[in-house]
């Protein structure tokens, strides 16, 4: 999927629990919920929201990090996981994926 089909696929998904909303970031577009920022759609993919607390989950599932390159040329990691197989073909999967990030993301508000 193309970043507008992903972001037409998380409205739809994220319908049953609220509107979402979304604005331009350099890598894509970042998606919110009640203003809360828990997921992305970058290189068309979409990555949730990941914090300390949340990691194993994702690791269970084997989600991979967004990585960007520092100046330097060295690897970061941002605070992303890749979004299960499942996420983007079955609207219940999508949900409980966005809710680790939508939990990652009011823990990293109130910080």
């Known amino acids: 999927m193309n970043e507008e089909q992903l972001i037409s696929w998380v409205r739809k998904c994220m319908q049953p629990i609220g509107p979402i909303s979304t604005r331009p970031i350099m890598q894509g577009q970042a998606i919110y919920l009640e203003g809360v920022l828990f997921a992305c759609v970058a290189g068309e993919q979409l990555w949730f929201r990941t914090d300390d607390e949340s990691?194993?989950?994702?690791?269970?599932?084997?989600?991979?990090?967004?990585?960007?390159?520092?100046?330097?040329?060295?690897?970061?990691?941002e605070p992303y996981r890749s979004a299960p197989e499942s996420a983007y073909t079955d609207e219940k999967e999508m949900r409980k994926w966005a809710k680790q990030g939508m939990a990652a993301g009011r823990r990293a508000k109130k910080n």
Do not use: H, I, N
């Open 55 to 77: 990691d194993l989950v994702w690791d269970a599932a084997g989600s991979e990090w967004l990585r960007g390159t520092k100046k330097d040329g060295s690897a970061t990691y």
